[in-house]
């Protein structure tokens, strides 16, 4: 099972460009990359998922290097309402395969 | 998208009786269902995974006598923590594949008294 590595906590300001980290040395070739967003007391939220190079949706950007080994989200023009715990996670979920989580980045957006 | 559902957002219960979290995919079949639980200010860790028609698997340290998981049909998994104690307290989370990737339920806070 791949295992993710991120740092523990970030802290921004309104309006910056939040880019978060995620190593995954060991991903395996069917292994997608996905990036949920948890606020407390809720269940993990999907952000945005992608298996290689640059993924872009309404929310969030994702930037896969060639070799897969590493990942990063980032979130363009953060608020106040971003503040939340980020988790990466590696898993192939054609395949069913359960997912392991890291300890996630903890992201504070200060006014 | 998929989605599931998972209830009761909450509840509280007296130590030692029994409570019920039920997990349901509402577009899209499940035929595996994760578990989690998840402690104050630490991440999900993995309990079990269930599948259509046939044992759950639990992680090690986890009790399959305590923590009774059904997985009924292909749109419903449930799990029991029987004999609820105190430190059974925490945020049980369920978690499907489908197509789109996985997809968790809203999450079920319990607090044992």
């Known amino acids: 099972l791949a295992k993710t590595t991120q740092p523990i906590s970030m802290d921004s300001y309104e309006g910056q460009e939040v880019n978060i980290t995620c190593s995954h040395n060991?991903?395996?070739?069917?292994?997608?990359i996905t990036w949920y967003q948890q606020f407390p007391s809720q269940g993990p939220r999907f952000i945005i998922q992608g298996y290689k190079t640059k993924v872009t949706n309404e929310v969030a950007s994702l930037f896969i290097p060639a070799d897969r080994k590493s990942s990063t989200l980032s979130l363009p023009r953060v608020s106040l309402s971003d503040t939340a715990v980020y988790y990466c996670l590696v898993g192939d979920h054609n395949a069913g395969n359960m997912l392991t989580f890291g300890g996630g980045t903890r992201l504070m957006v200060k006014p | 998208g998929a989605v599931v559902s998972q209830h009761p957002s909450w509840v509280i219960c007296k130590s030692g009786t029994s409570v019920k979290i039920e997990c349901r995919s509402l577009?899209?079949?499940?035929?595996?269902m994760f578990w989690y639980r998840q402690f104050p200010k630490q991440s999900l860790m993995l309990m079990a995974t269930?599948?259509?028609?046939?044992?759950?698997?639990?992680e090690q340290g986890v009790e399959k006598d305590k923590f009774l998981i059904n997985h009924a049909s292909l749109t419903l998994s449930t799990l029991t923590v029987t004999s609820a104690h105190p430190e059974d307290s925490s945020f049980y989370i369920c978690?499907?594949?489908?197509?789109?990737?996985?997809?968790f339920g809203s999450g079920t806070r319990l607090t044992v008294v």
């Open positions: 577009d899209f079949q499940a035929t595996t």
């Open positions: 269930s599948n259509e028609g046939s044992k759950a698997t639990y």
């Open positions: 060991n991903i395996a070739t069917n292994d997608y």
């Open positions: 978690s499907a594949p489908s197509d789109y990737g996985y997809t």
